[in-house]
């Protein structure tokens, strides 16, 4: 019987390896298919946590995580069960922005170790093209003494979820897949078809899988990155940012971005990664690595822009009572990873000022080890000068003006600020109530 089949049928188990945001949904998606699943991961702590049905990427939920039938596991030898497997790892960067394969090249000898003949091996983790096939293959290869190609097959299907988004789901994206030849094509698109009710996009190789991953992240990127420098032009000129936006985007083919702040481990990642390789092979970036800057440079900006909003009523900055609404690197999510808000932070401790940070997803053990942040309760912000929206949580987003103003500092002529960062409040509404506003 062919390895779709046996899978399909439950007589062979497909494993993830890496369990996160992107690994676990998989993981739990195929099972309710009636897949037999291993999940594992090299964090006990995650493990343990699934295994008593607690999803702290919140991307499942408890209650799925309870009733699935994935097999959990840290201990490598179950992966031998396993004949399809899935790898789902990190891919950071680091300091000096060049790509951090250790994650992928860990995992893979993992692989390699338990793999059986016959085996399917797909990576999900965002790389620059080459990778899978030319650093992943090999050391499955090394690992295992099997034959890529001949003994075990490779292929590539980059992960497109949108944490904390409740309408595009694993389920509902189109997914890109790519085989090493025609029949693994084949199998994989096959089998990931059991979950992905949106369909599958097959590509001829594996290159084109991995780079259509990169550039649509690095795309996004540099739209963003377009439009933080408006904002930073029109701010200098006294025009609303959004408002051009909403005016602009009347037009059939406006592209429909806004300016933020670019976080996270995807968008402000994944195109190092890219003109990593581009650069090795003598091209230098000139686009990609100039939105890059504008974007890593917005932090900077709004914290400017706060100090300034300070000293135009009058406040002291240093004396100024700081809250900062939001620490995760985007709406109703947890992930706090490569937060831009800390950006925020840091610039805002350099003139002395430590603001109060309130985020009822981030997890406040995290925060504190990541960032030696303590993250404050939103029932006790009393007494604020200004206030900084950095994050689009739905909680944040359901605040009334009375709530907001519950937070000032009451004091007769007292300019209470606002920093709106995402654009979360009626701009008209907050000036008749007499709010010194800021939008980005
Ligand atoms: N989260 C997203 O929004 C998203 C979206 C699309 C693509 N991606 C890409 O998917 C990949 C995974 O991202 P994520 O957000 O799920 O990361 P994550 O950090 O949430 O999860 C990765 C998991 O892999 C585990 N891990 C690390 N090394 C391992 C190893 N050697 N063996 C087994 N497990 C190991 C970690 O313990 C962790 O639980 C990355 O390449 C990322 O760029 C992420």
Redesign the pocket.
Known sequence: MKLYDLIKNGDEYISL????????PIAVEFAKKGVKVIG????EH?IHEYKNGIDS?KEVGDEALKNTSVYFTND?IDLKKALFHI?????PINQDKTPDLS??I??S??VGRNLRKGSIVVY????YPGVTEDICGKILEEESGLRCGIDFKIGYS??????GDKIHRLETITKIVSGMDAESLETISKVYELVIEAGVHRVSSLKVAEAA?VVENSQRDINIAFMNELAMVFDKMGIDTNEVIEAMNTKWNALNFKPGLVG???IG??PYYFTYEAEKLGYHSQIILSGRKINDSMGEFVADALIKQLILSGKTPINSKVIILGITFKENCP?I?NSKVTDIIKRLNDYGIFPNVVDPLADPVLTKQAYNVELSDIKNIHNADAILFAVGHDQFKSLSLNDINSFYKVMPNDQKIIIDVKGLLPLSEVKEAGYRIWRL
């Open positions: 390896v890496g369990l996160g945001y992107v690994g676990m594992f991961d090299i964090n995650r990427t490598e790898v789902a790892v990190p891919t994650p992928v860990n995992a000898r993992t999900e983790s965002t790389v980059p992960e497109r979820i949108n944490p991953k996270g481990h995807c990642v994944d992930d990873r």
